[in-house]
C-alpha cells in the first residue's frame, strides 16, 4: 500500500499498479493448470502476512478468493484486493452477517452460526 486517506464516509487506499493479474488468471494460464508447491508456499505465506495485518487491526476481509488476489508484473508478490466487505470487528461480540463468495466462505458462515472475530 502506498498511501490511504479518509473521506466522510470511506476510506481510500492508494496502492501500487500490478500488472500480473489476478491469481485465479495465473493458474488458469499456469503449466498443466496448476501452480507448482514452492510458488504457493510463498503466495501463501505473503497472503497470511497480510491477513494477520488485518487482524491484528481489528479488520475482516470477508472476501478473500484467487479472483480478489492480484500479481506484480514479476508473478512473485500477491496483493490482496477489494476491500468492499471489510468489516471492523469487536473482538468481544459475535458475528453472524455472511457476505463474499459462498465458494470460499467458511463453513460456519454458511451454516448462519454466529462467529468470533476473523473468518
Known amino acids: ?19 500480473g493479474g489476478d491469481l485465479d ?13 514452492e510458488k504457493c508456499r510463498g503466495f501463501f505465506n505473503q497472503i497470511i502476512s497480510g491477513v494477520d495485518y488485518l ?8 472476501d478473500i478468493k484467487p479472483a480478489n488476489i492480484i500479481l506484480d508484473s514479476k508473478h ?3 496483493k490482496l484486493i477489494d476491500f468492499g466487505f471489510t ?3 469487536d473482538d468481544k461480540e459475535k458475528m453472524k452477517s455472511f457476505l ?3 465458494h470460499f466462505a467458511a463453513p ?5 452460526t454466529k462467529y468470533e472475530g476473523p473468518m
Open 1 to 19: 500500500m502506498m498511501s490511504t486517506m479518509q473521506e466522510k464516509k470511506s476510506i481510500i487506499l492508494i496502492m501500487e499498479h500490478c500488472s
Open 25 to 37: 488468471s495465473y493458474r488458469a494460464n499456469s503449466k498443466h493448470g496448476f501452480i507448482n508447491e
Open 55 to 62: 487482524h491484528k487491526n481489528f479488520m475482516t476481509h470477508r
Open 76 to 78: 512473485t508478490t500477491p
Open 87 to 89: 468489516n471492523i470487528f
Open 100 to 102: 463474499g463468495s459462498p
Open 108 to 112: 460456519e458462515l454458511l451454516t448462519g
